[in-house]
């Protein structure tokens, strides 16, 4: 039962242009969306997150996108870095608990 | 300096051994957690601390065993270890209901 799902294992991107990675979920309750970015080795560490009442949040290179009425995200990296290079995840939580909810991540390369 | 720390970072040892996690943060955070990521890597949350008390118990084997002697501490004791067990185990944290964790490195557990 995976509430939170990312269906692309990877992404391949040129140095530049923009990288698009995406996240979907089942659970109508969740009101907080958060990416994760983990490199080989070491914990996730929080990228970017957006409440369920906005649609939008952008920081620096990086922007999130929220359609709640398709329970989709995706976050827009641009322009794309080699040190973006990193599995991202998306992640999920609902008000009253205190756990995320992850997706299985997506594996991003950007070429030189 | 380190905000998430947990040790050891490896950890190889046979089945039906028991075996500690240490964990522990200096982040002043009042819940601590405790997640899996198995071999789909899959990351999954196991235990959830808050002030010392357990919050979150998600559907873990009674061979686990969290300990949190204090606010800034969280070990996860496990019994009879089993193949099965093989995977990274990431403590991680955050301030009281907000959202975003502080995860630590990761330890590798596995069990021949």
């Known amino acids: 039962d995976q509430q939170v799902k990312q269906n692309s294992p990877s992404l391949s991107v040129q140095e530049g242009r923009i990288s698009i990675l995406n996240c979907d979920y089942t659970?109508?309750?969740?009101?907080?969306f958060l990416w994760y970015k983990k490199y080989p080795a070491e914990g996730p560490t929080f990228l970017i997150s957006?409440?369920?009442?906005?649609d939008k949040n952008e920081d620096g290179r990086f922007t999130v996108f929220l359609n709640k009425s398709a329970k989709h995200l995706s976050l827009h990296i641009v322009p794309s870095q080699p040190g973006d290079s990193a599995v991202y995840f998306c992640?999920?939580?609902?008000?009253?608990?205190?756990?995320?909810?992850f997706g299985q991540g997506t594996r991003l390369t950007i070429n030189p | 300096d380190t905000a998430v720390s947990q040790t050891p970072k490896y950890l190889v040892t046979q089945m039906g051994n028991d075996k500690s996690i240490k964990c522990e943060q200096n982040l002043g955070h009042d819940t601590m957690y405790w997640y899996k990521q198995d071999s789909k890597k899959f990351l999954k949350i196991m235990f959830s601390y808050n002030n010392k008390e357990l919050i979150i118990n998600e559907t873990v084997p009674n061979r686990f065993s969290p300990k949190s002697p204090d606010k800034a501490h969280l070990n996860l004791h496990i019994n009879s270890l089993e193949l099965g067990d093989s995977a990274v185990y990431f403590c991680a944290s955050s301030q009281d209901r907000t959202h975003k964790a502080d995860f630590g490195p990761g330890t590798r557990l596995t069990v021949t």
């Open positions: 992640a999920a939580i609902f008000q009253g608990a205190q756990k995320l909810v």
């Open positions: 659970n109508s309750m969740f009101d907080y």
């Open positions: 957006i409440s369920s009442i906005k």
